[in-house]
């Protein structure tokens, strides 16, 4: 995955043993939203092709779905070009 983001060149998943004391959150249910702690939220912007998107919704199992504006508007996310084949 690539990201052009703040100079990052690339974007990496947490190792899964770090995820719960990293997020407070247990596997399958890490969400951006109302997180303990606020992260840089990135979404690619083939996101905006879709009328709704689902996103986590802090437990496992629990599902949104939000209009893209929405959920970068909830996370202070950014949209851009991530994902480069």
Same mark, same amino acid.
């Given at each position: 995955?690539?990201?052009g983001?703040?100079?990052? $060149? @690339?974007?990496?998943?947490? +190792? /899964? @043993?770090?995820?719960? &004391? /990293? =997020?407070?959150?247990?596997r399958?249910?890490? =969400?951006? /939203?109302?997180? @303990? @702690? %606020?992260? &840089?939220?990135? #979404? %690619?912007?083939? +996101?905006? /092709? ?5 996103v986590s919704?802090?437990?496992r199992g629990? *599902? *949104? *779905? *939000?209009? &893209?504006? %929405?959920? #970068? $508007?909830?996370?202070?996310? =950014? ?7």
């Amino acid at each position: 995955m690539f990201c052009g983001f703040g100079g990052n $060149r @690339k974007v990496e998943t947490v +190792a /899964l @043993k770090e995820v719960q &004391p /990293l =997020t407070g959150y247990i596997r399958g249910g890490v =969400t951006a /939203l109302a997180s @303990k @702690k %606020d992260y &840089p939220v990135y #979404l %690619d912007e083939t +996101a905006t /092709l879709f009328e709704q998107i689902t996103v986590s919704g802090g437990v496992r199992g629990m *599902l *949104l *779905l *939000l209009f &893209p504006s %929405d959920y #970068l $508007r909830a996370v202070n996310g =950014t949209l851009g070009a991530i994902v480069q084949n």
